[in-house]
């Protein structure tokens, strides 16, 4: 089974940036959707920001929108997260995560990291 693998996540004060690298390598034969979410303590996870296998849409939660940038390397098969502007409710494990197209024929698989934290100090 593909294994996305975060890293990146650290402390920093407020203010400051912080990029979030996902290795998403999968099935040959599959294009992926990507999506960035996050969860904090005592909180659900939550949406962050949304990369459709083509690259034609990216989205983000309305939270994040005009500080963080969704992209994608499909030479290093590594998703990132540039995040700017960092404030305290940025805190968070931030999870990558990989969705198998339909029109891969890929429909179901949906395959989760396994997070890294990021803490923002005020």
């Known amino acids: 089974q593909p294994q996305p693998a975060e890293s990146g996540g650290g402390s920093v004060q407020a203010g400051g940036s912080l990029r979030l690298s996902c290795e998403v390598v999968?099935?040959?034969?599959?294009?992926?959707?990507y999506k960035w979410y996050r969860q904090a303590p005592g909180k659900e996870r939550e949406f962050v920001s949304f990369?459709?296998?083509?690259?034609?849409?990216?989205s983000y939660a309305d939270s994040v929108k005009g500080r963080f940038t969704i992209s994608y390397d499909s030479g290093k098969k590594t998703l990132f997260l540039q995040m700017n502007s960092l404030k305290s409710d940025d805190t968070a494990m931030y999870y990558c995560?990989?969705?198998?197209?339909?029109?891969?024929?890929?429909?179901?698989?949906?395959?989760w990291g396994q997070g890294t934290q990021v803490t923002v100090a005020s």
């Open positions: 995560k990989m969705e198998g197209t339909m029109a891969s024929g890929c429909y179901g698989g949906e395959y």
């Open positions: 990369y459709s296998h083509d690259g034609d849409t990216k």
């Open positions: 999968g099935y040959p034969h599959c294009s992926y959707d």
